[in-house]
């Protein structure tokens, strides 16, 4: 009896304890829901569209009148930058002061209206023409006001910071934007605050100066919402024949893989679908302020497609301000206009290609957490990859493609051991050109090959002499110089030394067209 009761007692007890731990558990899980509510995880996020409005621009452009042919439902108000007369005083364009601007443009009402109509505003600092604040204001304190001093005035909860010129150049201003900016973000009235760097690029992505500015905002705990790329004016970096789209693109892909490389630095790993989600994308519509660049409406409907494939969460166009055609008084068109595009087109008609497909508010893209991801290992299967998979050991000449965790690589030059997806930070460190993914149902792809005895079979006992050529368990092979008892087996791992090398699939192409002529 006193047995039974025991384990009955110590059963009561167990039961007990398992409950608490219950209890605590579950009040564990409502503490956190309640320490996140209102926080948008990536995979949240819906892409938005934002027009950039020139504030000061003549004629002023009236973003307030929202309407459907402009589809502006969020515009980004530019640019706050430093007065001319105080350092810490922020003004629009150094032309008015936040009061000014509101006497003479009537800026605070007009921007009332858009809200009334449902429209949303972010404020843009910086710009390439004058000083960001950050560049001239020392004093953290009086920057950190004049921070405020715009959030407040204006209701903002998303800031685009357009770092251009010298904010790119200066480390010590670039250090104090980020250590004000992050005390900014984390301030109990600014919980919701999603800060956007705008950066340029040039084709090859973005620049090292760029990719500095992003570290340092990573390195002072700035949660950078995205990365908003000046997808423009790319000069010597585009081919001359290229489409903007094809130049953007390029720049874009590439800015991808250094996102994700600039994340891994500070411990935090993204997956592809979140790098996308992080970065957003800006054209200058009609005529860049480069001559030949034109980026036309055709460019528009690609990029559209492109950014909607790629998950990416913002477009913007620079500016809505010249989102039509010039008037016939307009001569030279391929001088850049502030109120036109240079180019044919209906009023609002990059905005209304642009814009599809990102239909949201800014305010999908408050409050994002950059959270560490799992990324799952992939393994490559040689039976659905249309080249080799790419192997440490084996040597790749130029030109050569492989497969590397679904993704196909070609090779810049000759290169052995260095992996394809080597985390560096600008394409010119890596001999691999990233091509693009496996695609659904591709197979291995079969290359040429010369008839089984086109050439004698290589004899280890046999002299050969420089231009000689043999077969080797079914590939040819041609030699360097005088060699006898030399495999060339080895040339596939020691092309240097090796005395043979195996023939190119140009050449081996060209021999088989000659064999049908």
């Known amino acids: 009896m006193s047995n039974n009761n025991t384990k009955k007692k110590l059963s009561i007890r167990r039961l007990f304890i398992l409950f608490a731990l219950v209890i ?3 009040y564990a899980v409502y503490m956190y829901i309640k320490a996140n509510e209102g926080i948008n995880k990536y995979y949240d996020l819906k892409p938005w569209y934002g027009a950039y409005v020139d504030v000061t621009a003549k004629p002023l452009y009236g973003f307030e009148k929202v309407d459907a042919a402009s589809n502006h439902k969020n515009v980004i108000l530019s640019f706050i930058v430093a007065s001319k007369n105080d350092p810490c005083e922020p003004t629009w364009g150094t032309y008015y002061t936040l009061d000014d601007a509101n006497n003479e443009l009537d800026l605070d009402r007009r921007i009332a209206r858009f809200r009334q109509l449902g429209g949303e505003i972010s404020v843009s600092f910086g710009g390439l023409l004058n000083e960001e604040l950050a560049l001239v204001c020392k004093d953290e304190e009086k920057l950190l006001s004049a921070y405020k001093k715009v959030i407040s005035r204006y209701q903002v909860n998303t800031l685009d910071f357009d770092l251009e010129g010298n904010a790119l150049l200066d480390q010590e201003s670039l250090e104090r934007r980020a250590r004000v900016v992050s005390k900014l973000q984390r301030q109990e009235d600014n919980k919701m605050l999603a800060v956007w760097l705008t950066l340029p690029v040039a084709t090859f992505g973005l620049t090292e100066e760029g990719a500095f500015a992003l570290e340092i905002m990573l390195k002072n705990n700035v949660d950078v919402t995205g990365v908003n790329i000046m997808t423009m004016n790319f000069g010597n970096s585009k081919s001359e024949n290229e489409s903007m789209f094809s130049a953007a693109k390029r720049s874009v892909i590439e800015a991808h893989r250094q996102l994700g490389v600039i994340y891994n630095k500070f411990g935090i790993t993204l997956g592809s679908n979140t790098l996308w989600k992080k970065i957003g994308l800006t054209v200058m519509i009609g005529q860049n302020d480069i001559p030949k660049e034109i980026f036309t409406l055709d460019d528009a409907k690609s990029i559209n497609h492109f950014a909607k494939e790629k998950g990416v969460s913002r477009v913007s166009i620079w500016s809505a301000n010249r989102d039509s055609a010039c008037g016939d008084n307009y001569v030279n068109l391929r001088i850049v206009s502030d ?31 950059t959270l560490s991801e799992t990324v799952e290992d992939i393994i490559d299967n040689p039976n659905e990859s249309p080249y080799p998979i790419w192997n440490e050991k084996a040597v790749y000449l130029e030109g050569s493609k492989v497969v590397w965790r679904k ?43 010369l008839p089984e005895n086109y050439y004698p079979d290589w004899d280890g006992k046999k002299i050969y002499n420089k231009l000689d050529r043999v077969m080797y368990e079914g590939e040819a092979y041609q030699a360097k110089w005088w060699t006898q008892g030399d495999s060339p087996e080895a040339s596939k791992f020691d092309p240097d030394s090796s005395p043979w090398r195996a023939l190119s699939v140009s050449e081996i192409e060209e021999i088989l067209q000659s064999l049908k002529n």
Request: include cysteine.
């Open 24 to 26: 605590l558990s579950c």
């Open 339 to 369: 109120s036109c595009s240079g180019i044919k087109q209906e009023k609002h008609e990059f905005s209304k290609i642009l814009s599809d497909g990102f239909a949201n508010k800014l305010e999908s893209n408050l409050a994002q957490v």
């Open 407 to 449: 993704n196909v690589y070609k090779a810049k030059w000759w290169t052995k051991g260095d992996l394809p997806d080597n985390p560096v930070l600008h394409s010119w460190q890596t001999p691999w050109e990233l091509l693009g993914p496996v695609l659904p149902g591709e197979k291995p792809v079969s290359l040429p090959k």
